[in-house]
């Protein structure tokens, strides 16, 4: 075996010969062609929350852990993947799913705030709880522009 260093660019190359470089990169969000959005970043830092949270949860009950970490980071995915949807009724789909994500997070982060002995993270829940209003808000909306397109 020779002691070459691994080129990943090479070998990618090798199996998919395009121009990486001419390739233009995706604005990064918050720039003027991808402007900041409200849900996007407050589940965003939600998401962020969660990881934490699951890491000290994991010493107590690693199922809940990552059932939680799961679902809420699935809230912002989804969030962030509606942005890009195809169709308002696309939009609203991807937005039912991260509502309900939104749910069973809320759901089981109450469950382990009943236990005195799992760790307690009083400022994730509160924001956890601060989102419903913003879904319901965004959900209706669109329910209304869906109906209005019908008529």
């Known amino acids: ?25 995706q604005a990064p969000y918050g720039q003027p062609q991808r402007p900041r959005n409200p849900v996007v970043d407050e589940t965003f830092q939600m998401a962020s929350r969660v990881m934490d949270y699951s890491e000290a949860l994991e010493k107590r009950n690693a199922t809940f852990a990552d059932q939680i970490l799961r679902s809420g980071t699935s809230v912002g995915s989804h969030t962030r993947e509606a942005q890009g949807a195809e169709s308002l009724a696309d939009f609203q789909h991807k937005m039912k799913i991260a509502h309900k994500e939104l749910e069973e997070t ?3 982060l109450d469950l382990c705030h ?15 709880k601060r989102l419903f209003p913003l879904f319901n808000s965004i959900l209706a909306t669109t329910r209304l522009r869906i109906n209005e397109k019908k008529r």
């Open 106 to 108: 809320d759901y089981r």
């Open 114 to 128: 009943l236990k005195p002995h799992y760790p307690l993270d009083r400022e994730l829940v509160a924001q956890t």
């Open 1 to 25: 075996m020779d002691n070459e260093e691994f080129n990943a660019d090479e070998w990618l190359r090798s199996f998919w010969p395009i121009e990486w470089e001419a390739a233009e990169p």
